[in-house]
């Protein structure tokens, strides 16, 4: 089955920028979109399709791929940025879905 | 404004099933599929399978094939989820999501907590 990985944690100051990664074999070759879920709530798609952005996301989320890697870029961090990500693929050798283990953002 | 909006809390005893609904509105029901995905306290997302809300055809993760059926009813714009032969670790969050395979989930709903416990 796919395999995708993320750093469990990764501490920004406010008005930083977070880097969070999502590996998994060739995944540059496969679509990669990105959830943000604050405690109690339902996750929220802020990446779509490797890069695009949903209505209402702010600019300062941002999205590339390649290779072995995908990224997903928060610009100015904010306080209410502090939250739990999540990168998915689907994985058109089993036509299933698959999430990575969540990354969580800890603004300082 | 497109909503999906979930069944309530249950609690359920080992062996037994559980079944969650999630009412969609907003939009045209059979224009897009819903998924489900499961959280199991303090841990991550689990896709657990996808329905097509027009043909009805099935997609179940391996881990849950012959345990789960999902359904629709056109008729009100709902979606059920139903789990079989529950045991203590599928204590969980369980979630309905609206996309098409194989995009990404754009519209969730507020999730169920199912506890199973004797």
């Known amino acids: 089955s796919y395999v995708l990985t993320q750093p469990p944690s990764v501490p920004v100051a406010p008005g930083k920028t977070a880097t969070i990664t999502c590996g998994g074999d060739?995944?540059?070759?496969?679509?990669v979109h990105w959830y943000q879920q604050k405690p109690g709530q339902a996750p929220v798609l802020v990446i779509s399709h490797d890069s695009d952005r949903p209505s209402g996301i702010p600019e300062r989320f941002s999205g590339s791929n390649s290779g072995n890697t995908a990224t997903l870029t928060i610009s100015t961090v904010e306080a209410g940025d502090e939250a739990d990500y999540y990168c998915?693929?689907?994985?058109?050798?089993?036509?299933?879905?698959?999430f990575g283990p969540g990354t969580k953002v800890t603004v300082l | 404004q497109v909503q999906l909006v979930q069944s309530g809390a249950e609690v359920k005893k080992p062996g037994a099933s559980m079944k969650v609904s999630c009412k969609a509105s907003g939009y045209t029901f059979t224009t897009s599929g819903i998924s489900w995905v499961r959280q199991a306290p303090g841990q991550g997302l689990e896709w657990m399978g996808w329905?097509?809300?027009?043909?009805?055809?099935?997609n179940y993760a391996q881990k849950f094939q012959g345990r789960v059926t999902l359904t629709t009813d056109t008729s009100t714009t709902t979606a059920y989820m139903e789990l079989n032969t529950l045991r203590p670790d599928d204590t969980a969050v369980y979630f309905c999501?609206?996309?098409?395979?194989?995009?990404?989930?754009?519209?969730w709903g507020q999730g169920t907590m199912v506890t199973v416990s004797s």
């Open positions: 998915q693929v689907w994985n058109s050798g089993t036509d299933h879905y698959v």
């Open positions: 060739n995944i540059g070759g496969k679509g």
């Open positions: 329905i097509s809300t027009y043909t009805g055809n099935t």
């Open positions: 999501s609206r996309g098409e395979l194989p995009d990404p989930f754009d519209f």
